[in-house]
């Protein structure tokens, strides 16, 4: 499923916001204000369902200019924990790139990758720049989307 903030139903946006709570603040520990403000109202939300219409993986797109300047930005990337390592992830990043191309052709991207997860972002195509630093005290890279010649 992909929609923009001001088409989301109140239920739909209140099953992302508590997916990304179970998992940025309460499987990660890390209390912070997930619910950014401009930055969600300005994206397109994607999401994949299991059988159930549960939500099993997550993430938005911003548009160019809004997280960094020059580039459209993917992130609050998540999947269930009983759902990782079966390419739900992989799925929602793939669905999420090429909706990217195709909408805004030529636009870069650009993503701010939890360190840990570098190897899975990079077989996407996606490569380091810059140093390592910390958002919210968890060790994070930005990564570009390279481009394909």
């Not at 549960?54 to 200019?65: D, H, K, N, S, T």
Request: charged share 25%; net charge negative; aromatic share 12%.
């Amino acid at each position: 499923m992909i929609k923009h903030y001001k088409d989301l139903t109140r239920d739909e946006l209140y099953e992302l916001l508590q997916f990304r709570q179970e998992v940025f603040v309460v499987e990660q520990n890390c209390p912070y204000l997930d619910a950014d403000g401009d930055k969600d109202s300005a994206s397109w939300h994607f999401w994949l369902t299991d059988g159930h219409g549960r939500m099993i993986a997550y993430c938005r797109v911003l548009p160019e200019g809004i997280s960094y300047a020059g580039y459209a930005a993917i992130g609050r990337v998540i999947s269930r924990s009983d759902q990782r390592g079966m390419g739900a992830g992989r799925k929602i990043m793939e669905l999420a790139i090429r909706w990217i191309q195709e909408t805004w052709p030529g636009v870069p991207i650009k993503i701010s990758a939890q360190c840990y997860l570098d190897r899975f972002y990079q077989a996407l195509g996606f490569v380091p720049t810059g140093e390592n630093y910390l958002e919210d005290d968890i060790p994070h890279q930005a990564m570009v989307l390279k481009i394909k010649s």
